[in-house]
């Protein structure tokens, strides 16, 4: 019966060409693998017709149907509910979603090797790779870049700050608020043109053209002058320690 022969069908390619386990690196790296194997076994002489296979195959062309071109859309569909820092929990793992904060329900469409979250109104406000495909997920820097601009204390808390590139995370790792706030609004305006790779990449030339106000403050507004609680110190007791 059926099951019988697709466990067989398992088994053979488990057996011939699967062991000893290969290096995988994803999927689609198995995928090509296989593919590259069953393809040479085409060449095999069928045991009972004597005929490499790949004659056989020929042979059922003309009886085969095409495969849609569209993949047969299989998913799961979820209400989900986002925590006050915009993250919903997928697959165990914690997935912030931009402007998920806004809305009270959304909808999460599950694929086996994807995700995608609706809002109430039909809007789609994120999809990425689930997290079991291990593959670098998109961080979307706009919408954490505006949160920060109304939160800047943030920066120096926020779960995202270690995914920042090196120069653009010292660059915003700075005392000053005010400033801090208008270097996160800087590099709003340069993500709608570079990736943030890109500007960290680039980074000198692009900070070249930037205004004063952005830059280091040569001394900071709050140090103490203590020259000046020096001058309140009483001139006779100073010549008194001196002689």
Same mark, same amino acid.
């Not at 790792?173 to 400033?179: G, M, P």
């Given at each position: 019966h059926e099951k019988g022969n697709v466990e067989n069908k398992v088994g053979y390619v488990r057996y011939n060409f699967i062991t000893p386990a290969p290096v995988i690196e994803s999927l689609e790296n198995l995928t090509k693998l296989l593919e590259e194997q069953l393809t040479k076994d085409r060449q095999r002489v069928h045991?009972?017709?004597?005929?490499?296979?790949?004659?056989?195959?020929?042979?059922?062309?003309?009886? *085969?149907?095409?495969?849609?071109?569209?993949?047969?859309?299989?998913? @799961?569909?979820? +209400?989900?509910?986002?925590?006050?820092?915009?993250?919903?929990?997928?697959?165990?793992?914690?997935?912030?979603?931009?402007?998920?904060?806004?809305?009270?329900?959304?909808?999460?469409?599950?694929?086996?090797?994807?995700? @995608?979250?609706?809002?109430?109104?039909?809007? *789609?406000?994120?999809?990425?790779?689930?997290?079991?495909?291990? +593959?670098?997920?998109?961080?979307?820097? +706009?919408?954490?870049?505006?949160?920060?601009?109304? @939160?800047?204390r943030a920066v120096s808390y926020s779960r995202f700050s270690v995914y920042l590139p090196g120069r653009i995370y010292e660059y915003l790792?700075?005392?000053?608020?005010?400033?801090r706030k208008e270097r996160i609004n800087w590099l709003l305006g340069l993500l709608a043109t570079y990736e943030m790779n890109e500007i960290n990449d680039q980074f000198y030339e692009l900070l070249g053209g930037q205004s004063d106000t952005l830059k280091e403050p040569e001394a900071h507004p709050y140090d103490i002058d203590w020259s000046k609680y020096d001058q309140l110190q009483n001139t006779s007791q100073i010549e008194g320690e001196v002689q």
């Open positions: 045991y009972k017709k004597q005929v490499p296979l790949q004659e056989l195959l020929e042979e059922e062309y003309q009886y *085969l149907l095409a495969l849609p071109e569209e993949d047969y859309p299989v998913f @799961k569909e979820e +209400k989900v509910k986002a925590n006050k820092y915009g993250e919903i929990t997928l697959d165990k793992v914690k997935v912030y979603v931009p402007k998920a904060f806004n809305y009270s329900n959304l909808s999460i469409v599950k694929y086996w090797d994807r995700f @995608k979250v609706v809002s109430p109104h039909g809007e *789609l406000l994120y999809k990425d790779n689930r997290p079991y495909m291990h +593959k670098n997920r998109e961080i979307p820097w +706009k919408s954490i870049l505006k949160a920060w601009l109304s @939160k800047p790792n700075i005392s000053s608020l005010t400033i």
